[in-house]
């Protein structure tokens, strides 16, 4: 099992920059292909970005493409999101989690680990 810690989360004014990692623990990080999703009040989680085991391939929604990136360092068993140009409609509380798999796949359905989640807020 591998334990997934989220953190970098806060409240900024609309177009600022915001980083978010997740920290994990347990099994060998490389082993799973990771994805960030984040979920509205009422809503279901969404897709956000997702890497595959070796940080050589990734995917994005369409909503954040251009202005988020996704990324890994393997040695330091950490996966993050760098967001820029942050709008209000960005507003959510944002999920790190691992597949068992090498490979990405944007339903939440193919992710068994998750984290506590971290809130992002975004001003107007």
């Known amino acids: 099992q591998v334990q997934l810690v989220e953190s970098g989360g806060g409240l900024v004014q609309a177009g600022a920059s915001l980083t978010l990692s997740c920290a994990a623990s347990?099994?060998?990080?490389?082993?799973?292909?990771m994805g960030w999703f984040r979920q509205y009040p009422g809503k279901q989680r969404e897709f956000v970005a997702a890497?595959?085991?070796?940080?050589?391939?990734?995917d994005y929604a369409d909503s954040v493409k251009g202005r988020f990136t996704i990324s890994r360092d393997n040695a330091e068993n950490t996966l993050y999101l760098q967001m820029n140009t942050l709008k209000p409609e960005d507003t959510a509380v944002y999920y790190c989690?691992?597949?068992?798999?090498?490979?990405?796949?944007?339903?939440?359905?193919?992710?068994?680990?998750w984290g506590q989640g971290t809130q992002v807020t975004v001003s107007s």
């Open positions: 890497i595959n085991w070796a940080g050589s391939s990734t």
């Open positions: 347990g099994r060998t990080f490389s082993d799973y292909a």
């Open positions: 989690a691992a597949r068992d798999y090498y490979n990405t796949r944007r339903s939440s359905r193919d992710y068994g680990y």
